[in-house]
């Protein structure tokens, strides 16, 4: 690469208390007592010039939908579809806040799971601010102070891991509903079009 011709990155930190069990894992503590962490979420952005306002991506703009769909999993609980069913028919009955993924929410799960919502967000968004190939770099989710996982693309869209179909995700009804736009993962799934506001 010549100078002159790198990606500059931003970087944006989110942050929710989330509760899992992490099945068939070896820490014991992990795998057979429900638990919660405050996870550290990083996503990375990159882009190889910069938009009217000279930024990668304003800041301001990660605050709509990626935001949202982030903290969608804030005080709630994440659930694994293969765990027992069971044991998935209580959480859903006590707690109102949960989502289910395709995969064990370990962190390393939760980085890929997050890659992939939120590329399909950039991919599906229309920059209006004069943003050229904005990317998403990577995701860094930190389960506690001392332990972290990060997915770059090439693990996130790897299916060996696990699936990469958004559809697998079942977020409850009151997680759903206290977005701005109850309907906006359906609309994601179904291909819709975001258009990034001129102002925030
Ligand atoms: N590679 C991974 N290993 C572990 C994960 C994970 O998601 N990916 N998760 C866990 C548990 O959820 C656990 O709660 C966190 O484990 P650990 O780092 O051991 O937590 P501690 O707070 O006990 O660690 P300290 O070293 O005291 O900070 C286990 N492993």
Known sequence: MNIGEGLMLIRKLYKF??????????SRRCSRSIHGHSYKVELLFTAPSLDRGQMVYDFGLTKGMIKEFIDA??????LWSGDDPAYLADMKKWSERWVELPVNPSAEQFARTIF??????????????GESDVMLEGVIVHETE??????KREDAYNSTMGPTELDRIVFSERVKAEWSNPEMFEELLAGKRFLNPDIV
């Open 116 to 129: 992939l919502l939120v590329d399909r967000v950039l991919q599906q968004t229309e920059m209006i601010n």
């Open 73 to 78: 999993f804030d005080h709630a609980i994440t």
């Open 146 to 151: 001392t332990g972290y996982a990060k997915a």
């Open 17 to 26: 208390e989330n509760a899992h069990i992490v099945r068939q894992c070896t």
